[in-house]
Nanobody, 123 residues
Framework: QVQLVESGGGLVQPGDSLRLSCAAS????????MGWFRQVPGKEREFVAAITWNSDSTYYSEFVEGRFTISRDNAKNTVYLQMNSLKPEDTAVYYC????????????????WGQGTQVTVSS
């Protein structure tokens, strides 16, 4: 079993930056591919970014590429999402997720999920 706890969400203005963290405990974190997803009320959860277990590959949604950066520190059992140039449309609950195996973008492929952290971008 893997437990994931997100933090770092909050209310920011357009153009601001925010860094989300996801702390993992339980099974071997360093063996998991990690992903960030987001969801707004009434819509399906959507892929944001993902990273392989050893950080040799990352992948981003077209909506965040160039503004967001995913990274991980296996020594700290933590994955991060650095969000720059935030827009109102980035407002959502952000979730981190873990899976064994290769990097993928589909929500159903991830076995473990955190509880989410709210990010609100508003002037």
């Amino acid at each position: 079993q893997v437990q994931l706890v997100e933090s770092g969400g909050g209310l920011v203005q357009p153009g601001d930056s925010l860094r989300l963290s996801c702390a993992a405990s339980g099974r071997t974190f360093s063996r998991f591919a990690m992903g960030w997803f987001r969801q707004v009320p009434g819509k399906e959860r959507e892929f944001v970014a993902a990273i392989t277990w050893n950080s040799d590959s990352t992948y981003y949604s077209e909506f965040v590429e160039g503004r967001f950066t995913i990274s991980r520190d296996n020594a700290k059992n933590t994955v991060y999402l650095q969000m720059n140039s935030l827009k109102p449309e980035d407002t959502a609950v952000y979730y981190c997720a873990a899976r064994w195996g290769v990097l993928v973008t589909t929500t159903g492929a991830y076995a473990y999920w955190g509880q989410g952290t709210q990010v609100t971008v508003s002037s």
